[in-house]
Antibody
């Protein structure tokens, strides 16, 4: 069964960083891409960025350009999203997603990681 | 950046009725358009890709049409589990930087 398994919930203080992992199970990410999306409570999906796993190329939404890093470890089929300078408004559920059998659409999603930023 | 505009924001429908949701792209994305369903407390789930192809396991009451800039998701006879938020996302231009704002389908 193909799935993406994300790391557990995080509680962080303002100004610190968080790193969320996303591990592929049942398939490999090597020839794929991974997008990261977040959703604050009651809000819409917000695209953060993505990584082309094979090349390591990344692109980020302008909102996050200065604060986000996305990396990958091909040996473990794991992608990572690191968000720095956290503020209360970053409190949200963070999802990773990858295309597998749907011609480029993102059909495999992680279960989500809750990040809470609070002093 | 391609802007995706969904309408309406909220759709009130009775169980068993038809629901029609719209998504417009600011420029042509050909047929590279996906629809996602998000139930409360769950991750998004791919429903439709290629504008009209149902993803694995998606019931036949869900159908997608359109190409270019105008797309429609139709749910032919709403079931209780279909009350959710629906998002569209283009993937013609990579990376697919934006989602629509979503349409909430609620019980009338």
């Amino acid at each position: 069964q193909m799935q993406l398994v994300q790391s557990g919930p995080e509680v962080k203080k303002p100004g610190t960083s968080v790193k969320v992992s996303c591990k592929a199970s049942g398939f490999t990410l090597i020839s794929s891409v991974v997008q990261w999306v977040r959703q604050a409570r009651g809000q819409r999906l917000e695209w953060i960025g993505w990584i082309v796993v094979g090349s390591g190329d990344t692109k980020f939404a302008q909102t996050f350009q200065e604060r986000v890093t996305i990396t990958r470890d091909m040996s473990t089929s794991t992608a990572y999203m690191d968000l720095s300078s956290l503020r209360a408004e970053d409190t949200a559920i963070y999802y990773c997603a990858a295309p597998y059998g749907s011609e480029g659409a993102f059909d495999i999603w992680g279960q989500g990681t809750t990040v809470t930023v609070s002093s | 950046e391609i802007v995706m505009t969904q309408s309406p924001a909220t759709l009130s429908v009775s169980p068993g009725e038809r629901a029609t949701l719209s998504c417009r792209a600011s420029q042509s994305v050909v047929s590279n358009l996906a629809w996602y369903q998000q139930r409360p407390g769950q991750a998004p789930r791919l429903l439709i890709y290629g504008a009209s192809t149902r993803a694995t396991g998606v019931p036949a009451r869900f159908s997608g049409t359109g190409s270019g800039t105008e797309f429609t998701l139709t749910i032919s006879s709403l079931q209780s589990e279909d009350f959710a938020v629906y998002y569209c996302q283009q993937y013609d231009y990579w990376p697919p930087e934006t989602f629509g704002h979503g349409t909430k389908v609620e019980i009338k």
